[in-house]
C-alpha cells in the first residue's frame, strides 16, 4: 500500500508542471451591494489607473472598480478566453487589433495616450550608461522585453532605427519585469517606458536618447463587448479620455496622437 | 508489507470521491491534447528553440537532483536521527519552500544571491557572476525541490527505524560505514522516489526562475519558460511544448514507478 501511494504522491506532485496562475484580482470586493467594474490594463497603466479607480469610486460609490494589469497580449488572450472584463486599455495596437478581430470590442477603440521607450539604470548608475549605444555592451548587463510583448518589440524596433544590436542578457515577459530586475540592481540597464521611470520615483534613473522618438506606442481603450456594465464600462472609457487625461501626463504619458 | 496479508474490504463509496480525484488531475492533461495541432507537432517539438529550451530543462533539472542528493541525503538523516530539540523548528523552516508560492522564492533568492543581495556582492569579488546565468537556473531549482527529496528520505528513514543500524553499530561498523552500508541501502526506494520528485519539481520549475534568473533562450530559458514566452504569440506552439513536457514528466516518473509498485 505504501509503495503505491508513494507512487501516486509522484504523479500528482509532478504534475502541475508549466506556469504560475495569473492574478485575477484576488479578493471578491467585499460588500455585496456594489457592483463591480473589471478594467483590465497594460501594466504600464498600474499607477495612472489605481488613481484614476479612487476618483471614478468617489463618483461611484456604488461601483467596485477591480484592476487587472498585465502585459496586453496576456490581457487580450484572457478575455478571448472568456475572462470577464468590462474594459480594456492596451499598450499597443496590435493587440487592440486582436480583440476587435475577436469581436469582442463595443465600438470602435479611441486612443488616450502615448508613450515612448528610454533606458533605465539604477540609482548611481553602476554600469556608466550613456546611450543606446551601450545596450549593445555584452559586459553590461542588460534586460529588455521579450520581442513578443509590446515592449521588446518597441525595444527592437528603436534599436533597429538606430543601428544597435541590443546584447540582452535576459528578455522579460513585462515592463515591469524588467523594471524589478533593474530596481533589484540586477540588471545594469533596461528598456522601459518614460512613464516606468517616473513612477518608480528614485529607485532608477533615466537616460533619455534620441532615437526614443522613432517608436512611439500608441495606447487605445475599448469597453469590452457584452460587459454586464456597459454603461459603467463607457464612463470609465470617458473618464480616461477626458478628465483622466491629467493623471496620464503627470505621469509621464504623452498625448493621443503625439 | 512483510507478510502477505488477505486485504480488508474497502467500503464501496470509496471509489467514487477517487475516480472524481483522479479524473480532476487527468481531465486538464487529456485536454490539452484537444488543443494541439497535430499536422504540426513534429515540426513545433523539434524546433531550435524548443530543442535548446528542452535540453537547457533536462542538463539544469540533471544538476539541481544532484545537488538536492547532495545537500538533501545529509539533512534527511539528521532530520530523521537527531534528537536535538531544535530540530522541530529547523524542520519547519527547511521545508519552507514547499509552501512559498515560487515567485517568492525567487524574490528570497536575489535577496541573498543576487548582485546586491546579502552574499552576491562577495560572490561578485570572487568573480562569480550569479545573475543571469545558469547556474541561477539551477539554484532556484534546487531551492524548490530540496524539501522534495527531504520528506521522501526522512519519511523512510522514519519507517525503516534503527534497528538494523543499531546492530551493525553493536557489531563494530563505524557511523559513516552504517550510514553508508546499512542505512542509506534500506531506504533506496524512498530515496529514488524522492530523488525523481525532485527532478520533476525541478523540470517543472518557473516562477523562482523566471525571478532570479530571467529569461534568454539557451542560458536561461527553460522549457517552461519558453510555453508562458510562446503562448502570447504562438499558442499552438505553447501547446506542444506543454505537451513535450508532460511527456518527459511521465517518462520519469514511470522511470522509477515500476520498482516503487512491485
Same mark, same amino acid.
Given at each position: 500500500?505504501?509503495?503505491? =501511494? !508513494?507512487?501516486? /504522491? +509522484?504523479?500528482?506532485?509532478? %504534475?502541475?508542471? #508549466?506556469?504560475?496562475? $495569473?492574478n485575477?484580482?484576488? *479578493? ?6 456594489r ?6 490594463? =497594460? !501594466?504600464?497603466? /498600474? +499607477?495612472?489607473?489605481?488613481e %484614476?479607480?479612487? #476618483?471614478?469610486?468617489? $463618483?461611484?460609490?456604488?461601483? *467596485? ?51 515612448t ?16 549605444g ?15 510583448v ?14 544597435v ?15 524589478g530586475?533593474i530596481?533589484a ?7 522601459v517606458y ?31 463587448k ?8 463607457q464612463q470609465?472609457?470617458?473618464l ?13 504619458f ?5 | ?22 479524473v ?10 484537444t ?39 545529509p ?8 534528537e ?45 557572476q ?9 539554484m ?8 522534495f ?19 551493525a ?74 505537451l ?5 514528466a ?13
Amino acid at each position: 500500500m505504501k509503495k503505491y =501511494a !508513494a507512487a501516486a /504522491t +509522484t504523479a500528482l506532485l509532478a %504534475l502541475p508542471l #508549466a506556469a504560475c496562475g $495569473d492574478n485575477d484580482g484576488g *479578493d471578491d470586493g467585499g460588500s455585496s451591494g456594489r457592483t463591480t467594474l473589471t478594467v483590465f490594463a =497594460a !501594466a504600464s497603466l /498600474t +499607477t495612472t489607473f489605481e488613481e %484614476l479607480e479612487e #476618483a471614478f469610486e468617489a $463618483d461611484h460609490p456604488d461601483v *467596485d472598480v477591480k484592476l487587472s494589469f498585465g502585459g496586453s497580449s496576456d490581457l487580450v488572450a484572457q478575455i478571448t478566453e472568456g475572462a470577464e472584463a468590462d474594459v480594456l486599455a492596451s499598450a499597443d495596437t496590435q493587440n487592440m487589433d486582436q480583440l476587435v478581430e475577436a469581436g469582442l470590442a463595443a465600438g470602435d477603440p479611441a486612443e488616450f495616450a502615448t508613450n515612448t521607450l528610454t533606458i533605465a539604470v539604477p540609482p548611481g548608475n553602476p554600469g556608466g550608461v550613456k546611450d543606446l549605444g551601450d545596450l549593445a555592451d555584452e559586459d553590461l548587463a542588460v534586460v529588455v522585453c521579450a520581442p513578443e510583448v509590446p515592449c521588446g518589440n518597441a525595444a527592437q524596433q528603436v534599436a533597429k532605427a538606430a543601428g544597435v544590436t541590443l546584447a540582452p542578457d535576459s528578455e522579460e515577459q513585462s515592463v515591469t519585469d524588467v523594471l524589478g530586475k533593474i530596481e533589484a540592481g540586477e540588471g545594469d540597464a533596461g528598456l522601459v517606458y518614460v512613464t516606468d521611470v517616473t513612477a518608480a520615483g528614485d529607485k532608477v534613473e533615466g537616460i533619455a536618447f534620441p532615437e526614443a522618438a522613432d517608436v512611439v506606442n500608441h495606447y487605445p481603450i475599448v469597453a469590452v463587448k457584452d460587459s454586464a456594465h456597459a454603461d459603467l464600462a463607457q464612463q470609465w472609457v470617458d473618464l480616461v479620455l477626458g478628465d483622466g487625461q491629467a493623471v496620464l501626463a503627470a505621469a509621464g504619458f504623452g498625448p493621443p496622437g503625439a | 508489507m512483510g507478510a502477505r496479508t488477505r486485504h480488508v474490504g474497502l467500503p464501496r463509496w470509496i471509489h467514487v470521491p477517487a475516480l472524481l480525484a483522479g479524473v480532476f488531475v487527468v481531465l486538464p492533461v487529456a485536454a490539452l491534447a484537444t488543443r494541439i495541432a497535430w499536422a504540426d507537432l513534429p515540426g513545433l517539438v523539434t524546433s531550435p528553440a524548443a530543442r535548446t529550451a528542452l535540453g537547457l530543462s533536462l542538463r539544469t533539472s540533471a544538476a539541481s537532483t544532484v545537488l538536492c542528493l547532495l545537500l538533501g541525503i545529509p539533512l534527511a538523516v539528521v532530520l530523521a536521527r537527531s534528537e536535538a530539540r531544535w530540530l522541530g523548528p529547523a524542520r519547519s523552516l527547511v521545508l519552507l519552500p514547499l509552501v512559498l508560492p515560487p515567485v517568492v522564492g525567487g524574490i528570497a533568492l536575489l535577496a541573498a544571491f543576487g548582485r546586491q543581495g546579502l552574499l552576491g556582492t562577495q560572490l561578485e569579488a570572487w568573480g562569480v557572476q550569479v545573475a543571469f546565468s545558469t547556474i541561477a537556473v539551477v539554484m532556484a531549482q534546487t531551492f524548490v525541490s530540496l524539501p522534495f527529496l527531504v520528506v521522501s528520505l526522512e519519511g523512510a528513514l522514519r519507517t525503516a527505524g534503527e534497528r538494523y543500524d543499531v546492530v551493525a553499530a553493536s557489531l563494530g561498523a563505524a557511523p559513516t560505514t552504517v550510514l553508508r552500508r546499512v542505512t542509506l541501502p534500506l531506504v533506496l526506494p524512498g530515496l529514488a522516489s524522492g530523488a525523481v520528485l525532485a527532478f520533476a519539481r525541478s523540470l517543472g520549475e518557473f516562477g523562482a526562475t523566471v525571478t532570479f534568473a530571467g529569461s534568454l533562450e539557451g542560458t536561461t530559458r527553460t522549457l517552461p519558460l519558453l510555453i508562458y514566452n510562446l503562448r502570447v504569440t504562438d499558442a499552438d506552439a505553447a501547446v506542444a511544448m506543454s505537451l513535450l513536457l508532460v511527456v518527459v514528466a511521465v517518462v520519469v516518473i514511470s522511470l522509477v514507478r515500476p520498482r516503487g509498485a512491485q
